[in-house]
T-cell receptor
Framework: KQEVTQIPAALSVPEGENLVLNCSFTDSAIYNLQWFRQDPGKGLTSLLLIQSSQREQTSGRLNASLDKSSGRSTLYIAASQPGDSATYLCAVTNSGNTPLVFGKGTRLSVIA | DTGVSQNPRHKITKRGQNVTFRCDPISEHNRLYWYRQTLGQGPEFLTYFQNEAQLEKSRLLSDRFSAERPKGSFSTLEIQRTEQGDSAMYLC???????????????FGSGTRLTVV
């Protein structure tokens, strides 16, 4: 059974810092990995999708990497801003026919 | 099409009542998923449809829960005889089929917040 762990559970940084969020998964035979952002009381917004054949994806100040063999992904946020404050969720699917399995998320606070 | 739409946004109900939620997916998406999320936890899978067929149900989906997607478009999730433990955010997502495009990712709606009092 696939399990996803996200460390740290919470993180507080001053504005302008670069930061890394970590995600690990127990079954490395994944189909893809997706990073989401969730604001309090809201739904999920997709940030980046990495296919199993890819090593990284970039969107603006965000960069997600994938190391399938070690069962790890990182989300790098450059020059953090208060507007980045949210919970970041990592999720994987093991095949095209199995649903996404989520971690519990990392709650990020960026202090102005 | 602006994304996945869920209604209502909030629902407060008394214990023992039945509730029904609706999800309208992205029209080109064949797959529709229901998840449940409680405070401080990640979303937990409940069930998913491919077109009108319900392909998988989680053990979390007790007999009091039923989901339908009658014409392969919108879906409903009904909870009968609600309990306080059913209080959660219910999230709907949709996706294309794998191989149907390179970007096989999920798009989520804003969720329905259920409070059982």
């Amino acid at each position: 059974k696939q399990e996803v762990t996200q460390i740290p559970a919470a993180l507080s940084v001053p504005e302008g810092e670069n930061l890394v969020l970590n995600c690990s998964f127990t079954d490395s035979a994944i189909y893809n990995l997706q990073w989401f952002r969730q604001d309090p009381g809201k739904g999920l917004t997709s940030l980046l999708l990495i296919q199993s054949s890819q090593r990284e994806q970039t969107s603006g100040r965000l960069n997600a990497s994938l190391d399938k063999s070690s069962g790890r992904s990182t989300l790098y946020i450059a020059a953090s801003q208060p507007g980045d404050s949210a919970t970041y969720l990592c999720a994987v699917t093991n095949s095209g026919n199995t649903p996404l399995v989520f971690g519990k998320g990392t709650r990020l606070s960026v202090i102005a | 099409d602006t994304g996945v739409s869920q209604n209502p946004r909030h629902k407060i109900t008394k214990r023992g009542q039945n509730v029904t939620f609706r999800c309208d997916p992205i029209s080109e998406h064949n797959r529709l998923y229901w998840y449940r999320q409680t405070l401080g936890q990640g979303p937990e899978f409940l069930t998913y449809f491919q077109n009108e067929a319900q392909l998988e149900k989680s053990r979390l989906l007790s007999d009091r829960f039923s989901a339908e997607r009658p014409k392969g478009s919108f879906s409903t999730l009904e909870i009968q005889r609600t309990e306080q433990g059913d209080s959660a955010m219910y999230l709907c997502a949709s996706s294309s089929l794998p191989g149907q495009g390179f970007n096989y990712g999920y798009t989520f709606g804003s969720g329905t917040r259920l409070t059982v009092v």
